[in-house]
């Protein structure tokens, strides 16, 4: 992709499903001067036992390199989310959009095109350095797309478009399951056109999508609590996340909340 003076194209966005409570605190972890954050939040706060309910969840997190110098910030290549089995995704009936039809394209421009498609929204900031001058931030929008499936596996498209340079960036999660406590892995690879400017600095996200699909009414994302028998509570592992970097270092944050049973 090519970047051209004042014309940048911009993106990026971290993805997450799960069981969590309405206000947390963000965990974090540092290597050197690098430290990197993880963060959620759920609406409504308190869920059925045992049948998943719908749900909006949002994620965030933050880079920084703390040595003061704006151009030491190493690139944030690869995200990968793991999260717990209670999180489930349901697509079935929902549009779907293709990469084609949203980049390049504005926000109001990628909305037209594929409103039917979209779960989620957000923000995302980002460090853009080119050789020609200091570096310097531009914040964005996101939206996020319900995808196709590709070799099997559902895939996640993240738009984030900015007026100010005017320019939009897509990224392409994948989604695939595995056995054990986090039954979910959300996993991106940031573009090879990207890395020669686009430096990662914060995402927000909130998934939340509804929908009536064979006669009932559907949501893309929803959650259970499952407390023991007895309790209305319960505390139990939420997320991991791990963040690799073009340095070479590798960060990994897990999250443990706690769920209040509705019923």
Same mark, same amino acid.
């Given at each position: 992709?090519?970047?051209?003076?004042?014309?940048?194209?911009?993106?990026?966005?971290?993805?997450?499903?799960?069981?969590?409570?309405?206000?947390?605190?963000?965990?974090?972890?540092?290597?050197?001067?690098?430290?990197?954050?993880?963060?959620?939040g759920l609406r409504p706060s308190r869920l059925p036992r045992k049948t998943p309910a719908p749900?909006?969840?949002?994620?965030?997190?933050?880079?920084?390199?703390?040595?003061?110098?704006?151009?030491?910030?190493?690139?944030?290549?690869?995200?990968?989310?793991?999260?717990?089995?209670?999180?489930?995704?349901?697509d079935r009936g929902l549009p779907t959009c293709d990469v084609a039809a949203i980049q390049p394209a504005s926000e109001a421009a990628a909305a037209r095109v594929c409103g039917g498609a979209?779960?989620?929204?957000?923000?995302?900031?980002?460090?853009?350095?080119?050789?020609?001058?200091?570096?310097?931030?531009?914040?964005?929008?996101?939206?996020?797309?319900?995808?196709?499936?590709?070799?099997?596996?559902?895939?996640?498209?993240?738009?984030?478009?900015?007026?100010?340079?005017?320019?939009?960036?897509?990224?392409?999660?994948?989604?695939?399951?595995?056995?054990?406590?986090? %039954?979910? !892995?959300? +996993?991106?690879? @940031?573009? $090879?056109?990207? /890395?020669?400017?686009?430096?990662?600095?914060?995402?927000?996200?909130?998934?939340?999508?509804?929908?009536?699909?064979?006669?009932?009414?559907?949501?893309?994302?929803?959650?259970?609590?499952?407390?023991?028998?007895?309790?209305?509570?319960?505390?139990?592992?939420?997320?991991?996340?791990?963040?690799?970097?073009?340095? %070479?270092? !590798?960060? +990994?944050?897990? @999250?443990? $909340?706690?769920? /209040?049973?509705?019923?």
């Amino acid at each position: 992709m090519a970047v051209r003076a004042g014309r940048i194209l911009i993106s990026a966005v971290v993805l997450l499903l799960c069981v969590t409570a309405p206000v947390v605190f963000a965990e974090t972890n540092q290597e050197g001067d690098l430290r990197v954050s993880f963060d959620s939040g759920l609406r409504p706060s308190r869920l059925p036992r045992k049948t998943p309910a719908p749900v909006a969840v949002r994620v965030a997190g933050n880079f920084e390199d703390l040595s003061g110098d704006a151009a030491t910030l190493p690139q944030l290549r690869r995200i990968v989310v793991a999260i717990n089995r209670q999180g489930r995704l349901f697509d079935r009936g929902l549009p779907t959009c293709d990469v084609a039809a949203i980049q390049p394209a504005s926000e109001a421009a990628a909305a037209r095109v594929c409103g039917g498609a979209i779960v989620g929204s957000g923000h995302v900031r980002l460090q853009v350095r080119i050789p020609t001058q200091p570096p310097f931030q531009v914040n964005a929008k996101l939206l996020a797309f319900n995808g196709p499936r590709s070799h099997g596996r559902k895939l996640i498209l993240a738009q984030a478009y900015a007026r100010t340079p005017p320019g939009a960036f897509v990224l392409e999660f994948r989604v695939s399951r595995r056995k054990g406590v986090f %039954g979910t !892995v959300i +996993s991106t690879t @940031l573009p $090879r056109a990207a /890395r020669r400017w686009a430096y990662l600095t914060h995402f927000d996200m909130t998934l939340h999508r509804t929908y009536t699909y064979g006669g009932r009414r559907r949501s893309y994302v929803s959650a259970a609590c499952s407390a023991p028998p007895g309790f209305d509570t319960a505390l139990f592992p939420l997320a991991r996340a791990t963040y690799t970097f073009g340095n %070479g270092q !590798v960060l +990994s944050i897990p @999250l443990a $909340r706690t769920c /209040r049973v509705s019923e």
